[in-house]
T-cell receptor, first 112, second 113 residues
Framework: DQQVKQNSPSLSVQEGRISILNCDYTNSMFDYFLWYKKYPAEGPTFLISISSIKDKNEDGRFTVFLNKSAKHLSLHIVPSQPGDSAVYFCAASDTGNTPLVFGKGTRLSVIA | DGGITQSPKYLFRKEGQNVTLSCEQNLNHDAMYWYRQDPGQGLRLIYYSQIVNDFQKGDIAEGYSVSREKKESFPLTVTSAQKNPTAFYLC????????????FGQGTRLTVV
């Protein structure tokens, strides 16, 4: 059973507009959430994270929102740029020292 | 520069052969991981190690083996028992602490011919 779900396999956005990528989780023990960006044939790179004690974390054009009651988080990219085109993975870890659990990813295409 | 190095980037294997993928890190991280990526499947955990000489199975460990004799190294062997070995393999490491991100290598594309 998938503990981290990214229900949109793909998303297309125009350059300059906002991109919103969504992620849902089922394990209430998860307390740390991360977003990774991945280009083809490369390893994922860390983008931004959020702890469960917060509901928002911002880093430049990237903001992650966490809604614990809904077990939902989202990544906002604004303004979107063509270089943002990649696959974005949501990941989560629980209160122990366990490996990250990843969603299946959302492919973002930013169209110029 | 600190980082994680996976080698080779591309690897071809004949059916029935074992093959070992290399992963080395100089980040002084205690924990290391192997993930597999298949189209539409995201990243699935194969094995992980939180300390030298110790490792645990992940979600899809069947047909794989690992060793962790040194802190810096976590090689993955894909054995002939792995039914569908063609995939993109990713190694990662992290500090042995809560709420820290994992850093990934550039990956190895394994193709069975």
């Amino acid at each position: 059973d998938q503990q981290v779900k990214q229900n949109s396999p793909s998303l297309s956005v125009q350059e300059g507009r906002i991109s919103i990528l969504n992620c849902d989780y089922t394990n209430s023990m998860f307390d740390y959430f991360l977003w990774y960006k991945k280009y083809p044939a490369e390893g994922p790179t860390f983008l931004i994270s959020i702890s469960s004690i917060k509901d928002k974390n911002e880093d430049g054009r990237f903001t992650v929102f966490l809604n614990k009651s809904a077990k939902h988080l989202s990544l906002h990219i604004v303004p979107s740029q063509p270089g943002d085109s990649a696959v974005y993975f949501c990941a989560a870890s629980d209160t122990g020292n366990t490996p990250l659990v990843f969603g299946k990813g959302t492919r973002l295409s930013v169209i110029a | 520069d600190g980082g994680i190095t996976q080698s080779p980037k591309y690897l071809f294997r004949k059916e029935g052969q074992n093959v070992t993928l290399s992963c080395e890190q100089n980040l002084n991280h205690d924990a290391m991981y192997w993930y597999r990526q298949d189209p539409g499947q995201g990243l699935r955990l194969i094995y992980y190690s939180q300390i030298v000489n110790d490792f645990q199975k992940g979600d899809i460990a069947e047909g794989y083996s690992v060793s962790r004799e040194k802190k810096e190294s976590f090689p993955l062997t894909v054995t002939s028992a792995q039914k569908n070995p063609t995939a993109f393999y990713l190694c990662a490491s992290s500090r042995q602490a809560r709420n820290t991100e994992a850093f990934f290598g550039q990956g190895t594309r394994l193709t069975v011919v």
